[in-house]
């Protein structure tokens, strides 16, 4: 079974800019989560979707924004590109939302602002 | 402070020993925890999954928690090479909590570890 996949692996983008990143789940898996992970605060939770609707939110700003389709590949953006967002963005999924579901994370997609 | 800490190393060992890495953490309604392992410039890979308190075992990888003390292990037997790694703990909130206890996992900030020939 292939595992998270998540496109494109890498970007250069500059400040002001927006990005859209991809992840396609584990086939059969429904949930999808997004991290954010820097050598300074390590993996942070960005969000979770499940059946097309966020479930959950960390604690990022409303540039951030997520979406997830009917086959339940999920897209992340993030608007108005900063320094700081310089990050390697992780993608997980898992069969179900909700604590304790095993996830399962992708390459990650390695984001670099200038 | 943290919810969970995990002491960053580096931790270097030699070939063949037993490697103990531990986390702490502050949140009595984390149930689920989770080992992760990540390779440089790849992303973290599940190594165990435990739920509450008690021991797991699978193959060289043991892991323990206590959540009496809010603390648990992973425990490495024979060590090889191929083990140097980055290793993360991640906990989660009981299923259907509710409010922000849903998916999210909450990770230390992983150990880096190297074992050598």
């Known amino acids: 079974k292939a595992g998270v996949t998540q496109t494109p692996r890498y970007l250069i983008k500059t400040r002001g800019q927006q990005v859209t990143l991809s992840c396609s789940p584990i086939?059969?898996?429904?949930?999808v989560s997004w991290y954010q992970q820097t050598p300074g605060q390590g993996l942070q939770f960005l969000f979770e979707?499940?059946?097309?609707?966020?479930?959950n939110k960390g604690n990022f700003p409303g540039r951030f924004s997520g979406r997830q389709f009917s086959n339940s590949r999920s897209e992340m953006n993030v608007s108005t590109l900063e320094l700081g967002d310089s990050a390697l963005y992780l993608c997980?999924?898992?069969?179900?939302f909700g604590g304790g579901n095993e996830q399962y994370f992708g390459p990650g997609t390695r984001l670099t602002v200038t | 402070q943290k919810e969970v800490e995990q002491d960053p190393g580096p931790l270097s060992v030699p070939e063949g020993a037993i490697v103990s890495l531990n986390c702490t953490y502050s949140?009595?309604?984390?149930?689920?925890f989770m080992w992760y392992r990540q390779y440089s410039r790849k992303g973290p890979e599940l190594l165990m999954y435990?739920?509450?308190?008690g021991n797991k075992e699978d193959g060289r990888f043991t892991a323990q928690v206590d959540k009496s003390s809010k603390y648990i292990s992973l425990f490495i037997r024979d060590s090889q090479p191929s083990d140097s790694a980055t290793y993360l703990c991640?906990?989660?909130?009981?299923?259907?909590?509710?409010?922000?206890?849903?998916?999210?996992?909450?990770f230390g900030q992983g150990t880096i570890l190297t074992v050598h020939p």
């Open positions: 997980a999924s898992s069969l179900l």
């Open positions: 979707y499940f059946s097309e609707t966020q479930r």
């Open positions: 086939s059969g898996h429904r949930s």
């Open positions: 991640a906990m989660s909130g009981p299923r259907n909590a509710g409010g922000t206890s849903y998916g999210k996992l909450t």
């Open positions: 435990t739920y509450s308190s």
């Open positions: 949140n009595s309604a984390f149930q689920y």
